[in-house]
């Protein structure tokens, strides 16, 4: 069984910066692409950023300039730089990952438990 484990989230003050990690184990033949997501209470799961398996990125319009997403194909990792956060960045961040468990098997996204980012004073 593929796994996803998030760290890296905590308590920052407005500005502050963050560097939020996702490591992926088990059952793994290949990463395609990967993404953080976040979901703040009482509203939607949105998406935050993706990164193919080529390391073509893409970023939600809220993060774009202040968030990086990268990955490091040897070690089956991906981080999220955030830098310049603020109070609405607040939220439970997840990590999502398009895997292909065996050599003959189907890709299948697979995602993390989440970890708390809170952006306060």
């Known amino acids: 069984q593929v796994q996803l484990v998030e760290s890296g989230g905590g308590l920052v003050q407005p500005g502050g910066s963050l560097r939020l990690s996702c490591a992926a184990s088990?059952?793994?033949?290949?990463?395609?692409?990967m993404a953080w997501y976040r979901q703040a209470p009482g509203k939607e799961r949105e998406l935050v950023a993706d990164?193919?398996?080529?390391?073509?990125?893409n970023y939600a319009d809220t993060v774009k300039g202040r968030f990086t997403i990268s990955r490091d194909n040897a070690k089956n990792m991906v981080y999220l730089q955030m830098n310049g956060l603020k109070p609405e960045d607040t939220a439970v961040y997840y990590c999502?990952?398009?895997?292909?468990?065996?050599?003959?098997?189907?890709?299948?996204?697979?995602w993390g438990q989440g970890t708390q980012v809170t952006v306060s004073s």
């Open positions: 999502k990952g398009v895997i292909v468990p065996t050599p003959r098997g189907i890709r299948y996204s697979y």
């Open positions: 990164i193919t398996s080529g390391g073509n990125t």
């Open positions: 088990g059952s793994i033949f290949s990463i395609n692409a």
